[in-house]
């Protein structure tokens, strides 16, 4: 299903504001400082490209060495469901081997995208291999996907914002809105 770019809003209905959104990244922060202490450095994916605010946010709170990635998949075809099959549109660029990673991803929704990235991954045998998700959305799951690190669950809307996108649009907003109510 599609919607007509015709009938969009500029400003959709708010769901999470810039301040809750901030504190709450700022807290995932502080648990990912504290559980990975003890370790020499993180490497952190970002699956774009919705999750490129949420990870540049993130990153910027993490008061020890981290090395960066992109990878980009698709699963939504500029649709609001996804479509179920996932494509690898862009690989990492450095090898994860014995490295302790992170996969920062905008939403988990189905689940797919992000099992599909967590297999990808375990198959490259890093040391350990944990997911941040700024939205999750636990009504929507076909499969059971681990992620450690959730900064808000969420009911069954489609969410803009904050680097979530409708057919590339919306993607500036501070804040995360709903469209279509």
Do not use: W
């Amino acid at each position: 299903m599609a919607l007509d770019p015709e009938s969009l809003p500029d400003h959709p209905t708010p769901l999470l504001t810039q301040e809750a959104i901030a504190g709450r990244v700022a807290d995932l922060a502080a648990q990912i400082r504290a559980d990975y202490a003890s370790t020499r450095g993180l490497h952190m994916v970002c699956v774009l490209k919705g999750a490129f605010v949420f990870f540049s946010d993130l990153v910027r709170q993490l008061d020890r060495h981290v090395t960066l990635d992109f990878i980009v998949v698709s699963s939504y075809h500029k649709a609001i469901r996804s479509s179920g099959e996932v494509r690898l549109i862009k690989d990492l660029d450095t090898g994860i081997e014995g490295r302790d990673v992170m996969i920062v991803e905008d939403i988990v929704d189905t689940g797919l995208t992000l099992t599909y990235l967590q297999e990808m991954f375990r198959a490259r045998r890093p040391k350990t291999l944990r997911t941040a998700c700024l939205l999750s959305k636990p009504s929507r799951r076909q499969v059971d996907v681990p992620v450690e690190y959730v900064g808000f669950t969420i009911e069954d809307r489609f969410v803009i914002g904050y680097g979530l996108d409708y057919a590339e649009r919306y993607r500036n907003l501070p804040y995360i809105g709903v469209l279509g109510e």
